[in-house]
């Protein structure tokens, strides 16, 4: 059963950062890509960023370029989303997810989501 657990939401005021993690288990990734998304109460999921599971570069969306940082430790079998800088537009439920398509930002392309977790960032 494939899993992916995300784990490190929480509260946080503006200015501050906060680390995320996805476990992922089940199957083995390799090929594919992991990616961020995002859901703000009303608004559509959003892509943030991603990262091949293997080797490869990381791919951000505009409005987290420069405060994000998307990571992995392959041997953990986890990827990370580094947020610092956070602003109150950041509040949303974060969602890991993976996808073996070479096109990241599309969500529906996606196999496997985590359940989220919620990222509140007071002003």
């Known amino acids: 059963q494939v899993q992916l657990v995300e784990s490190g939401g929480g509260l946080v005021q503006a200015g501050g950062s906060l680390r995320l993690s996805c476990a992922a288990s089940g199957r083995t990734f390799s090929g594919w890509n992991i990616a961020w998304f995002r859901q703000a109460p009303g608004k559509e999921r959003e892509f943030v960023g991603s990262?091949?599971?293997?080797?490869?570069?990381?791919y951000y969306a505009d409005s987290v370029k420069g405060r994000f940082t998307i990571s992995r430790d392959n041997a953990k079998n986890t990827v990370y989303l580094q947020m610092n800088r956070l602003k109150p537009e950041d509040t949303a439920v974060y969602y890991c997810?993976?996808?073996?398509?070479?096109?990241?930002?599309?969500?529906?392309?996606?196999?496997?989501w985590g359940q989220g977790t919620q990222v509140t960032v007071s002003s």
């Open positions: 997810a993976a996808t073996a398509s070479a096109v990241v930002e599309l969500s529906r392309l996606y196999n496997y």
């Open positions: 990262i091949p599971w293997s080797a490869g570069s990381t």
